[in-house]
């Protein structure tokens, strides 16, 4: 129900855009979580999707945008100034609660999209 592209690799300091597009049902909230290699997964940025509220992890807030079409369902993560500590493989994760910055509160997710920062 959820599917990611826009990933891959760039040099430090680079950008990309990561989007997901979510079919079959409109969710509240839709966001973004990451796991580096050797590390647990972690809240990157999310979005309310009735009113556009976002909210970011300290270690992306003025780098990354998270941002939504709402006729395509589809929610992108904006990433500039990109740092060989952003390298994870990112996930798309929805819910049909308010936003949370937990992992385990989110029961759909995507199969998740590498980004490699190469310094």
């Known amino acids: 129900q959820l599917g990611e592209s826009g990933g891959g690799l760039v040099q430090a300091g680079g950008s990309l855009r990561l989007s997901c597009a979510a079919s079959?049902?409109?969710?509240?909230?839709m966001g973004w979580f990451r796991q580096p290699p050797g590390k647990e997964r972690e809240f990157v940025a999310t979005m309310r999707w009735s009113i556009g509220s976002t909210y970011y992890a300290d270690s992306v807030k003025g780098r990354f945008t998270i941002s939504r079409d709402s006729d395509k369902n589809t929610v992108y993560l904006q990433m500039h100034g990109l740092k060989s500590e952003d390298t994870a493989v990112y996930y798309c994760a929805a819910e049909f609660g308010t936003p949370s910055l937990v992992n385990r509160d989110y029961p759909f997710w995507g199969q998740g999209t590498q980004v490699t920062v190469s310094t």
């Open positions: 079959g049902r409109t969710f509240e909230t």
